[in-house]
């Protein structure tokens, strides 16, 4: 991981029903893939691996641009 250009730092997201942002040890990034209110999202943390699935735009994940 550290060798890679790619850095994606751990981010918090914010909770949809209290609008309060919340800072815990898991990364949360929205990919482009949209569907209605909807957006698949990468979720990692630091030793428990990544996981892609569809969450509530609601949500708040952070976003960072990638060139291809």
């Known amino acids: ?5 790619l850095k994606l730092p751990l981010t918090g997201n914010r909770n949809p029903s209290s609008g ?3 800072f815990i040890f898991y990364g949360h990034y929205w990919s ?3 569907s209605g209110t909807d957006s698949v999202t ?3 943390c630091d ?3 990544s996981n892609a699935v569809t969450a ?4 708040g ?5 990638i060139k291809n």
């Open 20 to 22: 309060n942002v919340g």
């Open 56 to 59: 509530a735009r609601a949500f």
């Open 42 to 44: 990468l979720s990692f």
């Open 61 to 65: 994940n952070a976003v960072r641009c």
């Open 47 to 49: 030793g428990c691996g």
């Open 1 to 5: 991981a550290f060798s890679s250009s």
């Open 32 to 34: 482009s893939t949209v």
